[in-house]
């Protein structure tokens, strides 16, 4: 994948308050939504969308593009 997270989302998460199990109690992420994130893969935009408020950031903040070689 040419897109890769700057970040520990989760870990960024965890540290405004949110841990997993409130993600999913409150519906702010699906279970799936956040295995991806443990597995770095890529998510909808509409999460990026979802996560960019939560933590109060610009989506260039959390992924980047790494040229495949």
Do not use: F, H, V
């Amino acid at each position: 994948m040419a897109l890769a997270y700057k970040i520990d989302i989760l870990q960024a998460l965890k540290d405004k308050g949110y841990n997993t199990g409130r993600l999913r109690r409150e519906k702010l992420l699906a279970e799936s939504t956040i295995q991806k994130l443990r597995d770095g893969s890529g998510i909808a935009w509409d999460n990026i969308d979802r996560l960019c408020s939560l933590l109060d950031c610009q989506p260039g903040d959390l992924i980047e593009y790494k040229k495949e070689t």
